[in-house]
């Protein structure tokens, strides 16, 4: 591992090791010159190979003849921003140094700069950092309406990392925390970074679309249902580990009591729900298109439910508003009955309280009737006991 330059009166190693660290004397003559050489070793944990949430740990090891100096360690991402460690040990031979967990973004190259005075050392160590993961967000909310189409995306930042290793995945879906989970698809990505994916469940009608961006996971539902609310969690797997990212998917609907055509005069109840759950700030708004304040409804905050009472006929919205910010709309439109539907309601409805009317009438009639046929009846008994009695009496005589 070594080499003499005479041209030059040079000594040449390389693949350094900490066992070479020490004096190193030059003799040439009667002359002698003494070099010492201070040998730094950083090593990563995972051979700078990461998840995303991954929290990778810094070792420096130092090695000399003289005694050990006070090494000063500072750290900077590949964006070139000090990095501050969450755990920091030392003796004069180790350093160790475990740092937050990493994000997709702080791939790159990042340096650890190694500083003392004495001996004066001022020595910057550039190392590779790579962190599979997705450059969704942590927990990201999808909102959708009842019978609309709907596309659930995972973008991965292999083929930007250039990330050769090959690695695992799985798409899961359930409906609550505490639910089943149910594999929608797995795949795995080759070493030359192609996506292969495989439709698992039979549990929820959906479709894997053809064109998309290179490592991006999708599922296609063509036609949301409410049911299909809940998590969707892909997940990665790398050499035993794991990394995950969720979609809440938020799935609203709308109904009306009675259903059809408002009549004029009459009421409809108009109900807005939303599969949640929904953020702090989130809330319902009923209001009427063109119509006045006083179409307005708002429910209370993180209120997945929200009725409202009308009487005018036209196009009502139901808005989800999170943040002052309008996630997504659903449009009823409330038609007002034609006038002879009107008029053969209000006929039925005359026809209907003359009948009753007759009916009630018939009845109390009835009724009578049957009260005089019963007096006439009683009479009628009590002639005959008369008759049957006098009789009796002329036949004693």
């Known amino acids: 591992r070594s080499d003499i330059k005479m041209q030059y009166k040079q000594l040449c190693v390389w693949n350094l090791k900490l066992s070479d660290a020490g004096i190193y004397t030059c003799e040439y003559g009667t002359h002698k010159v003494h070099t010492s050489l ?121 083929q930007k990392i250039k990330w050769k290793e090959s690695f695992t995945g799985q798409l899961n879906w359930k409906q609550q925390e505490s639910a089943k989970s149910h594999e929608l698809l797995d795949f795995n990505v080759t070493a030359e970074g192609q996506l292969h994916e495989t439709k698992k469940s039979n549990n929820l009608v959906f479709e894997i679309p053809e064109r998309k961006p290179e490592s991006t996971i999708e599922i296609k539902l063509p036609k949301v249902h ?75 905050q993180r209120e997945v439910k929200l009725e409202v009472n009308i009487s005018a006929a036209g196009l009502w919205s139901c808005h989800l508003i999170e943040d002052s910010d309008k996630k997504i709309s659903f449009h009823y439109h409330v038609e007002e009955a034609s006038v002879w539907i009107n008029y053969v309601i209000i006929g039925a409805s005359i026809g209907g309280s003359l009948l009753a009317f007759a009916l009630g009438c018939l009845c109390i009639i009835s009724g009578i009737s049957w009260q005089r046929r019963r007096q006439r009846a009683k009479r009628m008994a009590q002639a005959r006991q008369h008759l049957l009695e006098n009789k009796t009496c002329q036949c004693q005589q």
Not at 114 to 128: C, E, K, T, W, Y
Not at 148 to 153: A, G, K, P, Y
Not at 271 to 283: D, I, K, R
């Open 226 to 300: 409410f049911n299909h609310s809940g998590q969707y969690q892909c997940q990665l797997e790398y050499q035993g580990r794991h990394a995950q990212s969720k979609i809440e998917l938020v799935v609203m609907k709308v109904s009306a009591n009675p259903a059809g055509p408002l009549s004029r005069g009459g009421n409809m109840t108009l109900t807005c729900e939303v599969s949640g759950p929904l953020a702090p700030s989130a809330y319902l708004r009923w209001e009427r298109v063109n119509g006045t304040k006083m179409d307005i409804k708002n429910s209370k």
């Open 38 to 158: 201070h040998i730094l070793k950083l090593t990563i944990s995972f051979d700078g190979h990461f998840l995303q949430n991954e929290v990778p740990e810094l070792i420096l090891i130092q090695n000399s003849s003289s005694p050990l100096p006070d090494l000063s360690i500072t750290l900077f991402d590949s964006n070139n921003n000090r990095v501050t460690p969450e755990i920091q040990t030392k003796s004069r031979q180790k350093y160790i140094v475990n740092l937050k967990k990493l994000e997709a973004m702080d791939s790159g190259t990042w340096v650890c700069q190694v500083h003392s005075d004495s001996p004066l050392i001022n020595q910057n160590i550039p190392f590779a950092v790579k962190v599979l993961g997705f450059q969704n967000p942590d927990l990201e909310r999808k909102y959708a309406t009842v019978d609309s189409t709907v596309i659930l995306s995972w973008c991965l930042n292999s």
